[in-house]
Antibody, heavy 119, light 107 residues
């Protein structure tokens, strides 16, 4: 069974930075696109960013220019570097595996890591 | 951006009854439509993808239908474990977008 383990969430001040990690196992990481999805407290799901197997990257307008998604295939790890954080970035950040190399639905999810942006 | 609209926001159903959840896209998403289930304190779980294909391990009481811009998730006879939030999502074009969710609660 696919395993995705997020880490790196923390309390950070507005304007600060944070790097999230997602350690993947039990599947061939290099073959699949990966995604970050977030959920603000008591709210619905919001797509944040995706990266293909070939390192093509995509971002929601709300994070474009502030967040950077990347992957290290040698470590089977997905990253999300978040800069210039705002209160509205607060939420649970999920790592998810896409069903294909560049597209498709999210067929496996991690348990999430909590990011709180507050002074 | 494709806007996904789910209705109703809350559905009150008695155990054993059926439930019908709707999802509408602001433009066609072809067959690139998925449904997730989320219970409080848990990550979302894949239910149905490509409009109507059940994910591994999902009971047959869950079914999906629709095309283009109008989609439906049907739960034929609700079990206690089915009371949860349900989200639709399109993966036809960027940005990927979710519906606002439907809460299925016990009546």
């Amino acid at each position: 069974e696919v395993q995705l383990l997020e880490s790196g969430g923390a309390l950070v001040q507005p304007g600060g930075s944070l790097r999230l990690s997602c350690a993947a196992s039990r599947f061939t990481f290099t073959n699949y696109a990966m995604t970050w999805v977030r959920q603000a407290p008591g709210k619905g799901l919001e797509w944040v960013s995706s990266i293909s197997d070939g390192d093509n990257t995509y971002y929601a307008d709300s994070v474009k220019g502030r967040f950077t998604i990347s992957r290290d295939n040698s470590k089977n790890t997905l990253y999300l570097l978040m800069n210039s954080l705002r209160a509205e970035d607060t939420g649970l950040y999920y790592c998810a595996k896409r069903s294909g190399s560049s597209s498709g639905h999210f067929d496996s999810w991690g348990q999430g890591t909590l990011v709180t942006v507050s002074s | 951006e494709i806007v996904m609209t789910q209705s109703p926001a809350t559905l009150s159903v008695s155990p054993g009854e059926g439930a019908t959840l709707s999802c509408r896209a602001s433009q066609t998403v072809n067959s690139n439509l998925v449904w997730y289930q989320q219970k409080p304190g848990q990550a979302p779980r894949l239910l149905i993808y490509d409009v109507s294909t059940r994910a591994t391990g999902i009971p047959a009481r869950f079914s999906g239908s629709g095309s283009g811009t109008e989609f439906t998730l049907t739960i034929s006879s609700l079990q206690s474990e089915d009371f949860a939030f349900y989200y639709c999502q399109q993966y036809n074009s960027w940005p990927l977008t979710f519906g606002g969710g439907t809460k299925v609660e016990i009546k």
